[in-house]
C-alpha cells in the first residue's frame, strides 16, 4: 500500500501565495506520475496539475502561468507552488500518484485551500 500526506494549506489573501507538499511513503517502487486535483463544494475534482517521471507537466488553463509542479524522486515528493491566488482557487487540493506498470491512483487526505477577496 501507498500513503500520501499532504502539508501546506492555508488561508490567504487573493493575490497571495501557497507552497503544497506531497510525500509518499510504503509499498513504492517506482513512480510514474504525480499530480494535483483540486475540489469546490458542489463540483466535480478536476485536475490542477500533472507531472510525469521525466519531468514533462501539464496545467489546467485555469492556472497556467500561476501554478507550477515540480517532484523530488529521491524523497517522493510532489509540490504545487501556487502564486496570484484568486477566490475561485478556493477548493480542498488532493494529490494524487501513479506507480509504474499499475493502473490504479492513490490519493491523499486533501488540503483546505481557501483564498479571501
Known amino acids: 500500500q501507498v500513503q500520501l500526506v499532504e502539508s501546506g494549506g492555508g488561508l490567504v489573501q487573493a493575490g497571495g501565495s501557497l507552497r503544497l507538499s506531497c510525500a509518499a511513503s510504503g509499498s513504492i517502487f517506482s513512480i510514474s506520475t504525480m499530480g494535483w486535483y483540486r475540489q469546490a463544494p458542489g463540483k466535480q475534482r478536476e485536475l490542477v496539475a500533472t507531472i510525469m517521471s521525466g519531468g514533462s507537466t501539464n496545467y489546467a488553463d485555469s492556472v497556467k502561468g500561476r501554478f507550477t509542479i515540480s517532484r523530488d524522486n529521491y524523497r517522493n515528493t510532489v509540490y504545487l507552488q501556487m502564486s496570484s491566488l484568486k477566490p475561485e482557487d478556493t477548493a480542498v487540493y488532493y494529490c494524487?500518484?501513479?506507480?509504474?506498470?499499475?493502473?490504479?491512483?492513490?490519493w491523499g487526505q486533501g488540503t483546505q485551500v481557501t483564498v479571501s477577496s
Open positions: 494524487n500518484v501513479r506507480l509504474v506498470g499499475y493502473n490504479y491512483n492513490y
